[in-house]
Nanobody, 120 residues
Framework: VQLVESGGGLVQAGGSLRLSCAAS????????MGWYRQAPGKERELVAA???????NYDDSVKGRFTISRDNAKNMVYLQMNSLKPEDTAVYYC???????????????WGQGTQVTVSS
């Protein structure tokens, strides 16, 4: 399995960016795709996640500003980021957690990351 992110860049505060992640390889139908971010000197944190049934979960800091979505047919996951703030600056990583059945061990994969920089 490979994950490739795109869409990062430099944007002014209040602006928008859309991140995309393309997953390739053999992916089990039971899966969660998500976006994590890591700012300098900080731990990697979950931003948003979406299950194969399109159930979503967001960190409180991005609720109402970010939207995660996916296209199961294309094995794509997206993160629409609006009203960006300087504190959103980080490397954003795509994540895939998939398993053969509920309760089975997960297989976890990461993309290479894409930089998002929000200037004030």
């Amino acid at each position: 399995v490979q994950l490739v992110e795109s869409g990062g860049g430099l944007v002014q505060a209040g602006g928008s960016l859309r991140l995309s992640c393309a997953a390739s390889g053999s992916i089990f139908s039971i899966n969660i795709m998500g976006w994590y971010r890591q700012a300098p000197g900080k731990e990697r944190e979950l931003v948003a996640a979406i299950t194969n049934y399109h159930s979503t979960n967001y960190d409180d800091s991005v609720k109402g500003r970010f939207t995660i979505s996916r296209d199961n047919a294309k094995n794509m996951v997206y993160l629409q980021m609006n009203s960006l703030k300087p504190e959103d600056t980080a490397v954003y990583y795509c994540n895939l957690d998939h398993r053969t059945s509920y309760g089975a061990r997960p297989y976890v994969y990461w993309g290479q990351g894409t930089q998002v920089t929000v200037s004030s």
